[in-house]
Every structure is written in structure tokens, then in C-alpha cells.
């Protein structure tokens, strides 16, 4: 059993609209190549240019190298996988059956940003917080965050099981779908893998195709908290990818940092997304409308903030697609 894909019917259910919104941070661009012989490459660079990840052949063991240019050997198809960080949380619930998966973060069992809450609740995985207590439960992969402590990924190491540090800031949305075939690759998973990555592609394509020949760009401002999206940020993707103007790249951000209302006023978005916690996208909303540096741009006196539950607008996963989805309903439906 693997979580259902994104679709247009479950997004309206799963969001509460006030109406849409969405973000999230991230770091590359990726390549795909399936050279003749049972290769698969897949290969992320950071914006240097340097090769973060690359995988080889498809037979085992499969030999990777991860995010911090350190070679992890993979010598069977993973039956028991531990996931460490929230956003791999998501990759792994995706490819793999969920009774396989035997640790995963402690945002797996908060439900209001957890995509894969049903499924933790169902399967009980143990919340992989240190090496001690994911050595008891003998995995034969571990997949962290390269943001994770090293001595977590160093102990486990030494027990000989393999640790893959993923890349996890994400930029674009390719980097995605490049992290749904890695997930693939290093679980044996190769063709689920392709068919979530189709999945999530053909989610995009259909949102972009929301947007009829003609339609002006958008301004979109994206909200987390007292700090905006700018450029090389996933929000920032997301936006151009549906044909809109992501107002804090506009305005100049670099990556994800702090604005004032002032800003915002002067910026004066035609549309602002953010999030709150399910049950909280009143208050939030009206807390926004409090302020008059919100409350005289063009999104507030128009009807159009947009305020996503937690779930949909924090995803830097497969579950991505649901934030895509949403934002093209609203602004171009």
C-alpha cells in the first residue's frame, strides 16, 4: 500500500481554503541520463556546479555517492528502511510498501504537517531521534539529511549499515523528481519510483495548464511567518513554473529572508499565499488583515490571501504537487 497521488478532488478536501498559498526552500538542478548497458545516472549540483549525487549501475551491490561525496554500498534491495529527516519521510512512504519502513522523523506523527501521519499511525514505525535506538532495530539502509548530525550517520557506519546523507534544500522542482528516483535506487525500487516521478509530473503539467493563452503574469508574494521566498528558493520555482511573478525575487530576496510590512506594502503583491495550522486559517488570515501594511495591498483589498494548511504549503517531497495544484486553482481558476 502506498499513499494516494495528488489529485485535483483530494486537494480541495485536504486544503481549508481561505483561499490557496504555499512555499519551501531548496538548493539545484539536476540530470537524468539511461545509458545503453543497465546504467542509471542520476546526477544533482549545487550551484557551483559540483556534483553532489551520482548513482551507477542498477545491478547490487549499487554503489552511490551522496551529498557529502561519501561512497555508500547498497548490497541488497532494502526490506528495512529508516528514514531520519520529515521531507525523506514523504520520498520513502511514496516508493516503498509502508510496513518496510521501520523508523522515520518525529514530524511523521504530527498531523497537521505530515503528509504520511495516517500511514505512521497504522504501521507504528520507532521515531529514528538517535543511533542507539535505530541500531535495535537492525535496518539495512538508513537515509538521512545531509543537515544531520555526522556522528548519527558515523555509528552506524561503523555497525556496517549503510547510511545515505540525501540532499535536502531543494530549489526546483526537478530536484524533486530527482530525489523520487533516488529513493528508487537506493530501496530497489526503481519502477514505483518512475511511476511516482510520472505521477508528480503530469500533476504539474496539468496545473500549468490552468493558466489560458493570454493571462497576465500573477505577482505572487510568498509568506512564511515575518520572511518571503526569493530567488532560488522552491516557492520561487513553483511560481515560474505556472507562468507567475514570485514578487520577493522581484523585490530582490535571495533565498528564504526576513521582510517588513513596509516592504510588502511598497512591493504591493496582486496575491499573498502562507499557511497555518488546520483548524487556525481564520485567525491567521485575520491577524494578517490587522496589520496595514498587509491589509492596503492589492491581495488584501481584492480577497486574495491565500492561506494553506500546514501539509500543503511545507512539502518539499512528492507531496509538492498538491501545493502546484492548489495555487494554479486559485489564482487561474
Not at 549499487?62 to 528495512?80: L, Q, Y
Not at 493571462?215 to 513553483?238: E, M, N
Request: proline share 6%.
Amino acid at each position: 500500500m502506498r499513499p494516494a497521488r495528488p489529485s485535483q478532488g483530494n486537494i480541495r478536501k485536504v486544503i481549508l481554503i481561505l483561499l490557496l498559498a504555499a512555499g519551501c526552500i531548496a538548493i539545484a538542478v539536476d540530470h537524468f541520463a539511461s545509458p545503453p548497458g543497465g546504467l542509471r545516472i542520476i546526477r544533482q549540483e549545487d550551484a557551483s556546479g559540483k556534483s553532489r549525487i551520482h548513482t551507477g549501475p542498477l545491478e547490487y551491490p549499487r554503489v552511490t555517492t551522496d551529498s557529502d561525496d561519501f561512497t555508500v554500498r547498497v548490497s541488497r534491495p532494502a526490506r528495512r528502511i529508516a528514514s531520519h529527516y520529515w521531507s525523506i519521510d514523504e520520498y520513502v512512504y511514496s516508493v516503498v510498501q509502508p510496513e518496510r519502513v521501520v523508523a522515520v522523523s518525529e514530524s511523521a506523527y504530527l498531523p497537521h504537517i505530515s503528509n504520511i501521519y495516517a500511514l505512521a499511525q497504522r504501521y507504528r514505525p520507532a521515531i529514528a531521534n538517535d543511533a542507539e535506538r535505530v541500531l535495535a532495530l537492525r535496518p539495512d539502509l538508513v537515509i538521512a539529511s545531509d543537515g544531520s548530525r555526522v556522528e548519527f550517520s558515523d555509528l552506524l557506519r561503523g555497525a556496517n549499515i549503510p547510511v545515505y546523507r540525501a540532499f535536502t534544500a531543494f530549489t526546483s522542482l526537478s530536484q524533486i523528481a530527482a530525489t523520487i528516483r533516488l529513493t528508487g535506487y537506493l530501496t530497489g525500487e526503481d519502477d514505483a519510483a518512475a511511476a511516482v516521478e510520472r505521477d508528480f509530473w503530469q500533476t504539474i503539467e496539468r496545473a500549468k495548464a490552468l493558466r489560458r493563452p493570454g493571462v497576465q503574469p500573477p505577482r505572487i508574494l510568498g509568506l512564511g511567518g515575518r520572511s518571503s521566498y526569493g530567488d532560488q528558493t522552491l516557492f520561487d520555482d513553483i511560481v515560474r513554473t505556472l507562468g507567475g511573478i514570485n514578487v520577493g525575487s522581484e523585490g530582490g530576496l535571495k533565498g528564504y529572508d526576513a521582510v517588513s510590512t513596509e516592504q510588502i506594502l511598497r512591493w504591493d503583491p496582486e496575491w499573498i499565499v502562507t499557511s497555518a495550522e488546520a483548524g487556525q486559517s481564520t485567525a491567521v488570515l485575520e491577524q494578517m488583515l490587522s496589520d496595514p501594511g498587509i491589509a492596503l495591498t492589492q491581495a488584501a483589498r481584492n480577497g486574495r490571501i491565500l492561506v494553506f494548511d500546514h501539509n500543503v504549503f511545507l512539502p518539499m517531497s512528492p507531496f509538492t504537487a498538491l501545493l502546484v495544484t492548489a495555487i494554479a486553482e486559485a489564482v487561474y481558476g
